[in-house]
């Protein structure tokens, strides 16, 4: 069965502060994705990548960097947490080819004091 | 642009009622149109899918049907249980960079 698991699953960080997401894919899927959440605002993407070592701007992508080392692992980075960046953030991945189906991680609920 | 409108952002509900949730979409061409079911603490999930317009995609007793006339695909179930309680997202895609468009999702709430 498909799986995409986060790390950490809930974390408080400090405004200013560096803060990394991390999204591990079972899939064999080339594509990933970050999404941020928020209530009123649905489901918002950040960055996304279809192959290691590249990575392409979403909807919502300032203030967000964007990291794909392998196939396996898609890394979202804050270089300097700030309040407005309090959410709930979703990795996804889907195979190549074709309209498919998005699998999601559980999320990793984001607080910056 | 590409916009998914879901205008309702909450639906109370009672067991056994029917249950309505509009969704309009706007883009060019024909895209692929999704329906995702998130539940409490989970990530959203796919609950149903459909490609062909004029088509109708099923699951789990919900259904949604394609209609390219009037760029709707609302999402249908004609008894809503307990357990459907969750946040519901209509969704679209081109087939860009396999990207896909969400509402901003539908809390549905099934009282006992």
């Known amino acids: 069965e498909a799986a995409v698991t986060q790390s950490p699953r809930s974390k408080v960080a400090v405004t200013g502060g560096k803060v990394t997401l991390s999204c591990h894919q079972t899939?064999?899927?080339?594509?990933m994705y970050w999404y941020r959440q928020d209530t009123g605002h649905g489901l918002r993407l950040i960055h996304y990548?279809?192959?290691?070592?590249?990575?392409e701007k979403g909807d919502i992508p300032d203030g967000y960097k964007a990291s794909r080392p392998s196939q396996e692992n898609f890394s979202l980075i804050l270089e300097l947490a700030s309040l407005s960046q309090t959410a709930v953030y979703f990795c996804?991945?889907?195979?190549?080819?074709?309209?498919?189906?998005?699998?999601f991680g559980p999320g990793t609920r984001l607080t910056v004091l | 642009g590409d916009s998914v409108i879901q205008m309702q952002g909450q639906v109370t509900l009672s067991e056994n009622d029917f249950l309505f949730i509009n969704c309009t979409y706007s883009?060019?061409?024909?895209?692929?149109l999704f329906w995702y079911v998130q539940y409490s603490g989970e990530g959203p999930q796919l609950l149903l899918q459909v490609t062909t317009a004029n088509n109708k995609g099923s699951s789990r007793g919900f259904e949604a049907t394609y209609d390219k006339g009037t760029t709707s695909f609302h999402l249908q179930k004609t008894s809503v249980q307990e357990i459907d309680s969750a946040v519901y997202y209509c969704?679209?895609?081109?087939?860009?960079?396999?990207?896909?468009?969400f509402g901003d999702g539908t809390q549905l709430v099934v009282k006992p």
């Open positions: 883009t060019t061409g024909y895209p692929t």
């Open positions: 996804a991945s889907t195979r190549t080819g074709g309209i498919a189906e998005q699998f």
């Open positions: 969704a679209m895609s081109r087939n860009n960079n396999n990207r896909i468009f």
């Open positions: 990548s279809y192959v290691a070592d590249s990575t």
């Open positions: 899939n064999n899927h080339d594509y």
